[in-house]
Every structure is written in C-alpha cells, then in structure tokens.
C-alpha cells in the first residue's frame, strides 16, 4: 500500500443545497456568479446537466494559456452537456468560477459523426434547459483557501 505523502485540505460545512433550472439564453458562468452574488457567499460548488446552444472550452497550455475551442450545435438541437462541475470562489475583490464539462456533438450528413469535448468552460449559452446542483459552502477560512489554491486568487 501506498503511503500518501502530501495532503493538504481544508474541513468545512455544507450550508444549504439549491436545485437550478436554468432556461434557453441564460449564460454560464454568469447565472452562477448572480447566485452566488445573492446569496452573498464565498464559495458554491456545483454539478450539472443539460444542454448548450453554444460553448466556448479552454484546453491549458503552460507556455500560452488556454487554447480557445467553440463548439456550436444545429438549429433544434443541442450540445449535451454529460457533466458540468466546477466552483465558484470570492477571491476578495470579484467572484472567480472555475468549471469544467464534458460535451457531445452529432452531425448528420451522408455519415453521421459524433463527437465529445472536455475542458476547461470559459462560457456558454443553455438550449434547451440545464439542471444544476448548487451547494452553498460555509465557515470556510478565505486566507487558508488562498494558501490551498493561490492560482484561483491571482
């Protein structure tokens, strides 16, 4: 068995649960910073489901940044969204989200071609409807979550 020879967390609370629907048109990531805005908290973790009218998802380069890919679906149709999971942290100055997906595309033509994405969302807009599981975190120490992640406060 292996010994595990650096853990570094932080214990704290799950304050309430929210269950969102979130409607054609609506944006992510600015739906969840609204929320997180009114509900004036420092930190909400989420996961989801459902579709997207159109994406735009980072894949990371160390030397560049993010390499942008926009991801678009068919008129009546949708880019599933197999799974949205991120969060969405007060850094003291702005609401920082951090969200990841994984996605699925057809194409109809004389062969039909499916296609799956993940990364990094940097944004996107629902169609036809996405179901998200919101936890509101409470009693979390800002300065230790800076020390925890210094990369979500830069």
């Known amino acids: 068995m292996s010994e595990v020879r650096y853990l570094r967390f932080i214990k704290t609370k799950a304050e309430e649960i929210y269950i969102v629907r979130l409607e ?86 004389d062969v039909r071609e499916t296609y799956s994405y993940a990364g990094h969302l940097i944004e996107a807009e629902i169609y036809p409807l996405m179901e998200l599981f919101v936890t509101k975190v409470s009693g979390i120490d800002i300065d230790a979550l800076k020390d925890l992640m210094p990369h979500r406060f830069r």
């Open 24 to 109: 054609p048109g609506e944006k992510i990531p600015e739906t969840l910073i609204r929320l997180a805005d009114s509900e004036k908290t420092q930190f909400l973790i989420f996961y989801g489901l459902g579709g997207f009218r159109r994406a735009k998802i980072g894949f990371f380069k160390e030397a560049s940044g993010y390499e942008i890919v926009e991801i678009r679906s068919g008129e009546n149709r949708a880019v599933e969204v197999a799974s949205i999971i991120g969060s969405v942290i007060w850094n003291g100055e702005k609401y920082h989200p951090h969200i990841h997906v994984v996605l699925g595309l057809t194409y109809s033509g």
